[in-house]
């Protein structure tokens, strides 16, 4: 069963945009992670925020956890059309290295 | 080093045949993971390998899979007498498994048509 629950479901926006998208999970956790996915392929990895860590920042990308409220945010900054993908939290929990992902938020980004 | 390699990338079958898949995971790493994916969820783990152990297996994983790792290198997953829910996308991934929070490298997946 999947652990978390992504917010929104889908999501279209035009180029230059930000997007933000949101994870919510049920247990206690080492760390989340980010993935991205595009059409019908393998999943690459984004980004990783420790449970002690608050906010972490790669390039574009701004990632938010709040243990207390077991949620996490992705947001994209100044979206590009090749940012079009389909984005999953996943967490790790006490199983090292084991991760439980959320169902996934489709971005569209249009030129 | 070229990541984690999956193959067959796809795969169709009739239903009731058996299937094998392979997966080659980064060669420093020593822990594989099997992952299913079906249309518009995220990915369920399957079961996971520290070097030959496989140390923990999801309910999902039926009598039906079974998942080898015989030396620590590439592992295999077959599924015996497929069914049409059998049909998914099949994600290997790998770590390095002495250290917590580090990052899984996924394959392209294998995708499995049971008709």
């Known amino acids: 069963s999947q652990q978390g629950e992504e917010d929104p479901q889908a999501l279209s926006i035009q180029e230059g945009e930000n997007a933000t998208m949101n994870c919510s999970y049920k247990t206690s956790i080492n760390n989340l992670q980010w993935y991205r996915q595009n059409s019908g392929r393998g999943l690459v990895h984004l980004i990783l925020i420790r449970s002690n860590e608050r906010e972490k920042h790669s390039g574009r990308l701004r990632v938010t956890l709040d243990t207390s409220k077991k949620s996490s945010s992705l947001l994209i900054t100044a979206s590009r059309a090749a940012d079009t993908a389909s984005y999953f939290c996943a967490t790790e929990g006490t199983s090292y290295g084991k991760l439980t992902f959320g169902q996934g938020t489709i971005l569209t980004v249009h030129p | 080093d070229t990541g984690v390699s999956q193959d067959p990338r796809h795969k169709i079958t009739k239903r009731g045949q058996n299937v094998t898949f392979r997966c080659d995971p980064i060669s420093e790493h020593n822990r594989l993971y099997w992952y299913r994916q079906t249309l518009g969820q995220g990915p369920e783990f399957l079961t996971y390998f520290q070097n030959e152990a496989q140390l923990e297996k999801s309910r999902l994983l039926s009598d039906r899979f079974s998942a080898e790792r015989p030396k620590g290198s590439f592992s295999t997953l077959e599924i015996q007498r497929t069914e049409q829910g059998d049909s998914a996308m099949y994600l290997c991934?790998?770590?390095?498994?002495?250290?917590?929070?580090?990052?899984?490298?996924f394959g392209q997946g294998t995708r499995l048509t049971v008709v």
């Open positions: 991934a790998s770590s390095l498994g002495y250290r917590r929070n580090t990052e899984a490298f």
